[in-house]
């Protein structure tokens, strides 16, 4: 899914609008994109284009779980690989990694077969990590790794954990990106000690209750490897999405990484 941030784009419709009154275009990149580090930082955190790897593990398994069922058995690595115009291996990687997840089973000499038909998955980030939590008897824990604000957006990366009898367990890394036009103010919340979603609820009359979502398999980086306590090797989900109110209205962009340990289950809506 690409989302790109209301400001990143303004600038860009205004650049090309200039543009075509044929003003000179370094000065137009002086005067809209003086601050164009700020919005390539913005945009690089939900916009990153998807390896080759990443967009054939998101289609398969969009195709197992809008099309397929359990025992189904899928294309060869040849099949898929003439399909895809990649090397075997790199089929081969993308089927390890759906292993891995537990949709598909490999079976040497016969191929692979689908296990599951949908990623292990309970919801909960949509409704909120903290109200998750104290539903299942759990203390949650958020450590904020980073809390900045660029161009009216506040951008929070945050570890959640859960404490369960005194074992704590790293379950996602989530980086969110607030409009701070919309709810004013909202920097100066501590969100180590304030659940977001609670905070919007109590203090601005705000309730998220719905999510578009794209779920897709990935390697991840060192950071969400080292934070969730997971080997570099293990595959991970991250979901990348919109939150809106009860208006329709957005409430927040979001992207979040999955350790091994989060047990999931996605609904998906025909």
Not at 61 to 85: C, M, W
Not at 89 to 98: C, E, H, N, R
């Amino acid at each position: 899914m690409s989302l790109r941030t209301k400001s990143s784009e303004k600038v860009a419709k205004t650049f090309v609008n200039a543009l075509a009154k044929n003003k000179n275009k370094d000065i137009l990149l002086h005067e809209y994109l003086s601050t164009q580090d700020e919005i390539k930082e913005l945009k690089t955190i939900f916009d990153q284009p998807m390896s080759k790897r990443t967009q054939i593990s998101s289609d398969i398994q969009k195709d197992i779980t809008n099309k397929r069922k359990v025992g189904d058995k899928l294309p060869s690595e040849t099949e898929y690989a003439k399909h895809y115009n990649v090397a075997r291996s790199t089929i081969q990687k993308v089927l390890k990694d759906l292993e891995r997840l537990h949709l598909i089973t490999r079976i040497q000499g016969k191929g692979s077969f689908v296990t599951l038909n949908y990623p292990k998955i309970d919801m909960f980030n949509f409704k909120g990590f903290s109200d998750y939590a104290r539903e299942i008897g759990a203390t949650p824990i958020t450590k904020l790794i980073e809390k900045k604000i660029i161009r009216k957006k506040l951008i929070l990366k945050r570890l959640r954990s859960i404490n369960i009898n005194g074992k704590i367990t790293p379950l996602t890394f989530d980086t969110s990106i607030i409009d701070l036009q919309t709810f004013s103010g909202l920097s100066k919340y501590n969100f180590e000690k304030n659940s977001l979603y609670e905070t919007m609820r109590k203090q601005y009359d705000v309730q998220p209750s719905n999510a578009i979502l794209n779920v897709i398999p990935i390697l991840g980086t060192d950071q969400e490897h080292t934070l969730l306590k997971v080997d570099k090797d293990t595959p991970l989900l991250k979901i990348s999405g919109k939150v809106f109110d009860n208006n329709e209205n957005l409430v927040e962009n979001l992207n979040i990484v999955y350790s091994n340990q989060a047990n999931f289950k996605f609904i998906i809506g025909i």
